[in-house]
T-cell receptor, first 111, second 113 residues
Framework: TQLLEQSPQFLSIQEGENLTVYCNSSSVFSSLQWYRQEPGEGPVLLVTVVTGGEVKKLKRLTFQFGDARKDSSLHITAAQPGDTGLYLCAGIKAAGNKLTFGGGTRVLVKP | KAGVTQTPRYLIKTRGQQVTLSCSPISGHRSVSWYQQTPGQGLQFLFEYFSETQRNKGNFPGRFSGRQFSNSRSEMNVSTLELGDSALYLC????????????FGSGTQLSVL
């Protein structure tokens, strides 16, 4: 069982549609990160959220950290084919500790 | 600034052999972490090195080892390879000022036959 559960595992949508990916845990994290990984490459950090209830926007991407700091969501508005990739959440329990990754959500945006 | 460089990119080995993977961090980064990525288990932490010392370790058997050199370059070694060791091995570096901000390399894809 993963400490961080991501859902759904796979998402296929048409260009222009919206999508939401969830990252849930029963544990509290001091901060949570989201990465995107494209085939043949390593993950690239998109955002770090550190405050319960925090909402961060990055162009068409909106990231939210739950009030209790146990869950997070990533919402993409008007998805584009360039958003295709594996989205990973990763939690940090305390400063300086190792990252724990979720299982990932594979997103396919069809033109 | 050059990114994190991992070599080789692809590797094919047979069961029982050993393998050494290399990682050159971003210039100025002294922390190097290693992760194993498989379709079934996702990304799992192997170990972290800082100033030539192992600072953190994941739950992998002793066949997995690593080291870091004075120039911050790191190597990981897997001995007595098993079929289940087939995976993408990712290295990430970070600065001490922002340890949680990881920069990943493209990985080494290891296939064990």
């Amino acid at each position: 069982t993963q400490l961080l559960e991501q859902s759904p595992q796979f998402l296929s949508i048409q260009e222009g549609e919206n999508l939401t990916v969830y990252c849930n845990s029963s544990s509290v994290f001091s901060s949570l990160q989201w990465y995107r990984q494209e085939p043949g490459e390593g993950p690239v950090l998109l955002v770090t959220v550190v405050t319960g209830g925090e909402v961060k926007k990055l162009k068409r991407l909106t990231f939210q950290f739950g009030d209790a700091r146990k869950d997070s969501s990533l919402h993409i508005t008007a998805a584009q084919p360039g958003d295709t990739g594996l989205y990973l959440c990763a939690g940090i329990k305390a400063a300086g500790n190792k990252l724990t990754f979720g299982g990932g959500t594979r997103v396919l945006v069809k033109p | 600034k050059a990114g994190v460089t991992q070599t080789p990119r692809y590797l094919i080995k047979t069961r029982g052999q050993q393998v050494t993977l290399s990682c050159s961090p971003i210039s100025g980064h002294r922390s190097v972490s290693w992760y194993q990525q498989t379709p079934g288990q996702g990304l799992q932490f192997l170990f972290e090195y800082f100033s030539e010392t192992q600072r953190n370790k994941g739950n992998f058997p002793g066949r997995f080892s690593g080291r870091q050199f004075s120039n911050s370059r790191s190597e990981m070694n897997v001995s007595t390879l098993e079929l289940g060791d087939s995976a993408l091995y990712l290295c990430a570096s970070s600065s001490e000022a922002v340890r949680e901000k990881l920069f990943f390399g493209s990985g080494t894809q290891l296939s064990v036959l």
